[in-house]
């Protein structure tokens, strides 16, 4: 039995290069900015505590958690 893996399954476990996908430079950056963003979010509200996380500073204001959850992170 041939174990070669080929077609779509090879397609989804070695994937084409970035180029092939046409990711511009400029978009590689846009993505990596993206990803800088999500990690320094994802910081924000590591050290938190549930409480703390969904604080609302008034009532109608958005805690913490919301304000993450909005920007998707």
Same mark, same amino acid.
């Given at each position: 039995m041939d174990? @070669? =893996?080929? !077609? @779509? #399954?090879? #397609? /989804? =476990?070695?994937?084409?290069?970035?180029?092939?996908? !046409?990711? @511009?430079?400029? /978009?590689? @950056?846009? /993505?990596?900015? /993206?990803? #800088? =963003?999500?990690r320094e979010g994802e910081a924000v509200g590591s050290g938190l505590s549930d409480a703390q996380f969904n604080w609302q500073p008034a009532p109608g204001a958005w805690s913490i958690g919301q304000c993450l959850n909005h920007l998707n992170f």
């Open positions: 174990k @070669t =893996i080929s !077609g @779509t #399954a090879s #397609a /989804l =476990i070695n994937p084409p290069s970035l180029p092939y996908l !046409g990711v @511009t430079p400029e /978009l590689q @950056t846009m /993505l990596d900015q /993206l990803d #800088a =963003i999500r």
